[in-house]
């Protein structure tokens, strides 16, 4: 089993729809959590951070649970320019800082 | 503010020989970190310096990979000699740490490395 673990996707949705992502990792001892954004044959950039109170920014917004070791990432009004892999990355301090990613969710926004 | 540079953008190598990596990160940011994408894969934690010091390198994937970060600055990632299955895309990140186990790395374009 993946330490962290994500949607299959893809996901294929028009304009203006509402999606939401998955993730889930099994490392109890996580202790940071993001949501990374990667376009076809770039580096990840970072769109945002997760807290357990969940957090927004714009149209995205973020929840952690941590009782269930879960992670959300809600986009609305979706854009063509969303359309990306949204990649889902837990830090832990277990024998050393990793950092773990997930294999991404491909997300295609269509007009 | 300048991001975090890697070169070269692409490499072509043949088996057996060597290529260096090089990782500037964003200024003032004392952590860097080594990570992996081979294709059809997610990307794989190599290793992590604070400064100039190995934090962890368990990621590396055997002997024939040696990282360094003299002076704390830029880092270098070798590969010698070269196999065919360490083709893929290497990522840097660099981050400032705010709290322990906190902390958001910044990526630089990665170099796609291809061992014939």
């Known amino acids: 089993r993946k330490e962290v673990e994500q949607d299959p996707g893809p996901f294929n949705v028009p304009e203006g729809a509402t999606v939401a992502f998955n993730c889930t990792y099994s490392?109890?001892?996580?202790?940071?959590f993001f949501w990374y954004r990667q376009d076809c044959r770039k580096e990840p950039k970072l769109l945002m951070s997760?807290?357990?109170s969940g957090n927004e920014d714009g149209r995205f917004t973020a929840q952690l649970n941590r009782a269930s070791q879960y992670i959300s990432l809600l986009i609305r009004d979706s854009k063509l320019s969303d359309s990306a892999t949204y990649l889902c990355v837990v830090n832990h301090l277990t024998g050393g800082f990793k950092t773990i990613f997930g294999a991404g969710t491909r997300l295609f926004v269509k007009a | 503010e300048a991001g975090v540079t890697q070169f070269p953008s692409h490499s072509v190598i043949e088996k057996g020989q060597t290529v260096t990596l090089r990782c500037d990160p964003i200024s003032g940011h004392d952590n860097l970190y080594w990570y992996r994408r081979v294709m059809g894969k997610e990307i794989k934690f190599l290793l992590h310096?604070?400064?100039?010091?190995?934090?962890?390198e368990s990621g590396m994937p055997n002997n024939r990979f040696l990282a360094e970060r003299t002076g704390g600055t830029y880092s270098t990632l070798k590969v010698q000699p070269a196999e065919l299955e360490d083709s893929g895309v290497y990522f840097c990140?660099?981050?400032?740490?705010?709290?322990?186990?906190?902390?958001?790395?910044?990526f630089g374009p990665g170099t796609r490395l291809t061992v014939l």
């Open positions: 990140a660099s981050s400032q740490e705010r709290r322990a186990g906190y902390n958001e790395q910044f």
């Open positions: 490392n109890s001892a996580s202790q940071s």
């Open positions: 310096f604070v400064k100039e010091s190995k934090q962890d």
């Open positions: 997760v807290y357990s």
